[in-house]
């Protein structure tokens, strides 16, 4: 089992930013990516951004490229989510997945049904 605990998610102006992290505990070892997800009101929850934990490659959403960036701090067990340049429209409930099913090396994990574990969610809100 793996456990996950987002937090750093709050309110902020349309242009700043946030730092999100993900703190994973149990049995991380097992852990093949982390994903971050978001979900606003009435819509499906969509990917953002993923780390491959055996090579820290990265794959994100074309709506989040080069404005958020995934990172991962291997002796803490926790994956950020630095999110600059916020547009209103990146309002959500930000969540962390992770994943013990394995595919194959280059596999991307981005679809939610490749993650078995989910945190609780942290708030993101952008006011224009």
């Known amino acids: 089992q793996v456990q996950l605990v987002e937090s750093g998610g709050g309110l902020v102006q349309a242009g700043g930013s946030l730092r999100l992290s993900c703190a994973a505990s149990g049995h991380t070892f097992t852990n093949y990516a982390t994903g971050w997800f978001r979900q606003a009101p009435g819509k499906e929850r969509e990917f953002v951004a993923t780390i491959r934990w055996s090579d820290g490659r990265t794959y994100y959403a074309d709506i989040v490229k080069g404005r958020f960036t995934i990172s991962r701090d291997n002796a803490e067990n926790t994956v950020y989510l630095q999110m600059n340049s916020l547009k209103p429209e990146d309002t959500a409930v930000y969540l962390c997945?992770?994943?013990?099913?394995?595919?194959?090396?280059?596999?991307?994990?981005?679809?939610?049904?490749?993650?078995?574990?989910w945190g609780q969610g942290t708030q993101v809100t952008v006011s224009s």
């Open positions: 997945a992770g994943t013990q099913q394995y595919y194959s090396a280059n596999h991307v994990y981005t679809n939610t049904n490749e993650y078995g574990y």
